[in-house]
């Protein structure tokens, strides 16, 4: 591979790793990107290898959060565990079949994602009293399998989808809900490497220089986050929301 190539790589995961330090939505970079400069290999290798860097971003990210932001384990754990377990089944169905019919689905779930949060502008800006505290166990638990589930067979979208949930249901503001979006990412890509690893799909001269890029840019991204607010994290969360429903139209479209 050229070294021209390789820069490239690590220039898009320093950005996506950037980008989804403070509002998820990283793999909407990395994976086209990859997909494009990487051709000669299968998709399915090329995600394998992207979830190295994903992991060493998102873990990167999640510990920087914990260091200024308070979580509730009782929330977390049983979520992050479900997650992990999950997207180690859903990498194994990447593997086996195409996901291509799930794309127009989630063209019309991100659309609708994007009018609810555009139309609530206080959505994210502050917290609950008690968060949390409504939803039990069973709800924990079910929303890790989901989302287990998607970022093992899909991925792209996954932080958007978290945060949204941990803002709605859950109740917190966007920089706590952030905290909690890294910590259970991690362990659905640390789920999807586990699968990927063991099967060869990794190729870790790639893998690895862009994983130092990725947790670069997180790192980066995290400071921005703290340093802009809850404000500015809502307006570039709507954007990578509309930038994920042109991804997936486009994707659809092609289809057609």
């Not at 989630?106 to 409504?134: D, I």
Request: aromatic share 12%; glycine share 10%.
């Amino acid at each position: 591979m050229l070294l021209s190539t390789l820069l490239l790589l690590c220039f898009f995961a320093f950005l996506a790793g950037f980008i989804d330090a403070m509002v998820g939505g990283g793999g909407l970079v990395q994976v086209p990107a990859a997909l494009v400069l990487l051709p000669h290999l299968p998709a399915t290798q090329v995600l394998g290898t992207l979830k190295i860097s994903a992991f060493s971003g998102t873990t990167m990210a999640a510990f920087q959060y914990v260091r200024r932001i308070q979580i509730q384990l009782a929330v977390l754990l049983p979520i992050a565990i479900t997650a992990s377990l999950a997207a180690f089944m859903g990498s194994y169905l990447a593997a086996q079949v195409s996901n291509t019919t799930l794309k127009p689905i989630m063209l019309v779930v991100f659309t609708a994602m994007a009018v609810y949060v555009y139309t609530n502008k206080g959505f994210g800006s502050k917290q609950e009293a008690t968060p949390a505290k409504k939803n039990g166990l069973l709800l924990s638990i079910v929303t890790g399998t989901v989302i287990g589930l998607y970022d093992g067979f899909v991925g792209p979208g996954t932080g958007s989808f978290l945060i949204l949930l941990f803002v709605t249901v859950m109740g917190y503001h966007f920089l706590q809900a952030n905290t909690y979006t890294k910590l259970v990412n991690a362990g659905t890509n640390f789920g999807s490497i586990v699968f990927f690893a063991s099967h060869g799909y990794i190729h870790w001269n790639i893998a690895l220089p862009m994983a130092v890029a990725n947790i670069a840019g997180n790192y980066a991204g995290v400071q921005m986050a703290f340093l802009k607010g809850n404000s500015f994290v809502r307006k570039l969360f709507l954007c990578i929301i509309v930038g994920t429903i042109v991804r997936f139209g486009w994707d659809v479209f092609k289809l057609l």
